[in-house]
């Protein structure tokens, strides 16, 4: 698994460049949206370079496959999820942080 890791964050950090994040003053819901947004392309674009791995031969058994898609997924959820987890960060990271604080600011993900 470690021989792939540059791969990944290379492929992922690229990908970063084609998604849009929006920043700024941005409803909570709405940040949550684009954070998924940002996981599925991600996720797919995975799901895509595996199936070339495979057909390539690079990757040659199920559980090399889950391996790297587990990896990939990981980076991915990571990438994706960072504006936000930033974004509550300011709210209540560190000192700032009260169970209200945090509590307002997740009910906002909710519908």
């Known amino acids: 698994m470690k021989r792939y890791a540059p791969a990944l964050v290379a492929m992922i950090g690229g990908l970063l460049l084609l998604i849009p994040i929006g920043g700024g003053d941005v409803r909570p819901a709405d940040s949550v949206a684009s954070a998924f947004d940002a996981y599925e392309t991600l996720w797919r674009t995975a799901q ?3 199936a070339d791995r495979l057909e390539s031969g690079e990757i040659t058994s199920e559980s090399a ?3 790297w898609f587990g990896e ?3 980076q991915a ?15 209540f990271g560190e000192e700032k942080w009260t169970a209200k604080k945090q509590a307002e600011t997740i009910r906002g993900y909710a519908r």
């Open 48 to 50: 895509g370079s595996l």
């Open 77 to 91: 959820r990571a990438v994706a999820f960072k504006p936000l987890l930033e974004a509550e960060y300011a709210v």
């Open 72 to 74: 990939a997924n990981k």
């Open 65 to 67: 496959a889950s391996d």
